[in-house]
Antibody
Framework: QLQLRESGPGLVKPWETLSLTCNVS??????????WGWMRQSPGKGLDWIGV???????FYNPTLKRRVTIFVDKSKNQFFLNLTSVTAADSGVYFC????????????WGQGTLVTVSS | QSALTQPPSVSATPGQKVTVSCSGS????????VSWYQQLPEVAPKLLIY???KRPSGIPDRFSGSKSGTSATLGITGLQIGDEGTYHC???????????FGEGTRLTVL
């Protein structure tokens, strides 16, 4: 059974880079036709899509974040990662890793989420 | 402001039925499938409905989805206290090439 778990620093200083890890268990991160994605939820707000990566390495990012986002995979560790540069308080929230079943389709499952606060 | 519009809250008593609406546009709901997610307090979102009407295995048939034009609806029958939480709709926006979500609807079971 596929399970996802996020990890990373809970506190990031303004203008620094937020780096998160999603540990994948139950399936290989390089499984054929699999996508992997990152979402976030600001306090009291809805969900926002950050970006996805295809098993072949192709990436698709939310245009509003594209200049600051990088998603990549480490097959040897069965993990995928999120880097978000030049963070501000607006980037604070709970970050989730998830599996989109295709571009434009649904997300299942989700990790439990990790809270990130941007503050000096 | 989200691309999809949901009511901020709905409430009902145990055993009753409730519906949650999700309104979009011709470029998102009008052209693409809708999915629904349940987010219980302090828990990650969980897929409830995909492809407008389908339920993943393990999701009881108390939960149902429908879509008409540029709107979608989540229905929950036989409400339980454990259903209290926030319900999110989502779809793809063909014009923007992004996934879009509603702001979420908080369900209170009185």
């Amino acid at each position: 059974q596929l399970q996802l778990r996020e990890s990373g620093p809970g506190l990031v200083k303004p203008w620094e880079t937020l780096s998160l890890t999603c540990n994948v268990s139950g399936v290989s991160v390089s499984s054929r036709s699999y996508y992997w994605g990152w979402m976030r939820q600001s306090p009291g707000k809805g969900l926002d899509w950050i970006g996805v990566i295809y098993y072949k390495g192709d990436t698709f990012y939310n245009p509003t974040l594209k200049r600051r986002v990088t998603i990549f995979v480490d097959k040897s560790k069965n993990q995928f990662f999120l880097n978000l540069t030049s963070v501000t308080a607006a980037d604070s929230g709970v970050y989730f890793c998830t599996r989109p079943w295709d571009i434009g389709s649904w997300f299942d499952p989700w990790g439990q989420g990790t809270l990130v606060t941007v503050s000096s | 402001q989200s691309a999809l519009t949901q009511p901020p809250s709905v409430s009902a008593t145990p055993g009753q039925k409730v519906t949650v609406s999700c309104s979009g546009s011709t470029s998102n709901i009008g052209k693409n499938y809708v999915s629904w997610y349940q987010q219980l307090p302090e828990v990650a979102p969980k897929l409830l409905i995909y492809d407008n009407i389908k339920r993943p295995s393990g999701i009881p048939d108390r939960f149902s989805g429908s879509k008409s034009g540029t709107s979608a609806t989540l229905g929950i029958t036989g409400l339980q206290i454990g259903d209290e939480g926030t319900y999110h709709c989502a779809t793809w926006d063909t014009s923007l090439s992004v996934w879009v979500f509603g702001e979420g609807t908080r369900l209170t079971v009185l």
